[in-house]
């Protein structure tokens, strides 16, 4: 078996042309616990750290396969209400009719039931699957790159969710990107920022990107937990994709 590195993901070559793929995730500090820095909702937390695992599996165009929690409180209270969380992200997922196969709500984990903890702390892992990852499209001069939904983190993560702004992309939306015939690469933004993002994109296909609108996004600053994304799409497909989803467009470069 062979185990490789691509972005975020860890890939795992069972045979031929199929893969499995691994993401995971992170979050602590951010619940109701005493200790808490950002207070919320522990289902919230629950829901935005599943779903992130599940925005990384998807843009690879991976299928969802297992998921599994691994919770740093114990399970009747906190622990019961950040699976509520997982449930609700797994359910969306399902619901946005990816695949033919749903993934299972019957999810496997851990909780802490030694020691009590006065702080939230949780982990996400997923696996998925993929036949032939690297037939990809081809990336040409004169496409663009374009920045779906906005970065955002903490406290305006939570603000956009209880004011329904839009401003942060969902399962539909993902489904659009990876549907479309023009989009040739999607990358999701998580803590490391656009301007990262954007280096992977030029080092996996060997290009340059000419910005061309960066003023109005703030290059460096973290997405959270994978609010916004990076497509390369063909230049005259950008309007009807506008036409198609909720989430801001901003045209940020073109490959040189």
Known sequence: MQISKYRDLTLMHIDGSRYFTIACDSCGGIGMSELDLIKVDEDIVGYLTAKLC????????????????????????????????????????????????NLEINITGSTEENIPTKQTGLG??????????????????????????????????????????????????????????????????????????????????????????????????????ATCALAIIKKDAIEGLKRQILQPITLLGEIV
Request: with cysteine.
């Open 54 to 101: 599940l925005v990384e599996t998807l843009a690879f165009r991976a299928k969802p396969t297992v998921l599994i929690n691994t919770l740093c409180v114990e399970m009747n209270g906190r622990g019961k209400r950040i699976i509520n969380g997982i449930e609700k992200a797994i359910k969306e997922y399902n619901e946005a009719n990816f695949y033919e196969d």
């Open 124 to 225: 996400i892992t997923l696996m998925g699957e993929i036949y032939n990852p690297f037939n990809r499209k081809e990336v040409i001069s004169g496409d663009r790159v374009i920045l779906i939904g906005y970065p955002k983190v903490g406290n305006e993560v939570l603000e956009d969710l209880n004011e329904n702004k839009k401003e942060i992309i969902n399962f539909n939306t993902l489904k659009q990107l990876t549907n479309c015939e023009e989009v040739s690469d999607l990358l999701p933004i998580g803590s490391k920022g656009v301007q990262y993002e954007l280096n992977q994109l030029m080092e996996t296909h060997t290009i340059d990107i000419k910005l061309v609108n960066q003023s109005s996004i703030p290059l460096h600053k973290s997405a959270g937990p």
